[in-house]
């Protein structure tokens, strides 16, 4: 009986010490708004557009390319593709407020006058919305 007593409380101690869902989804969404503020940064500094992918397991940036097709950006600083760890996912993408399909691509102009990008990430049930207009921000929470 003894033994059984301490493997219970030590299974629930365990389970306390790792990060729980909401830390996990707003530690995500933190790096995605630093990501796409940086996008957004990289496109108005060089005058050149930047993009951004996403679906429910992970996301990648894109630069144009020569020929104006746009092209992954594989291992470039701060750009290189990012899979979520579960249980993590990408759950919906606006532009301008209205949803846009899963992969489409949302494009960060050198202009800076873009539409509103909101994108939610959900780990079970928590979540987070990353805000990015003039500046990236996450929002917290359920309504997310």
Aim: hydrophobic share 45%; glycine share 12%.
């Amino acid at each position: 009986m003894v033994v059984l007593l301490v493997a219970i409380t030590t299974t629930f101690a365990m389970a306390k010490l790792g990060p729980d869902d909401r830390d996990t989804v707003l530690g995500e969404a933190g790096r995605l708004a630093l990501g796409l503020q940086h996008a957004q940064d990289e496109a108005v500094m060089t005058g050149s557009g930047l993009a951004w992918r996403g679906d429910a397991g992970g996301y990648q940036y894109f630069r144009r390319g020569p020929d104006r097709n746009w092209v992954p950006l594989e291992n470039a600083e701060g750009f290189a593709p990012h899979q979520l760890p579960l249980p993590v996912r990408l759950v919906n993408v606006e532009v301008g407020g209205l949803k846009v399909a899963p992969g489409t691509l949302v494009v960060f102009s050198p202009s800076a006058l873009g539409s509103p990008v909101r994108i939610v990430l959900e780990a079970n049930s928590e979540r987070a919305a990353v805000e990015v207009g003039a500046s990236a921000r996450v929002v917290p929470g359920h309504g997310a």
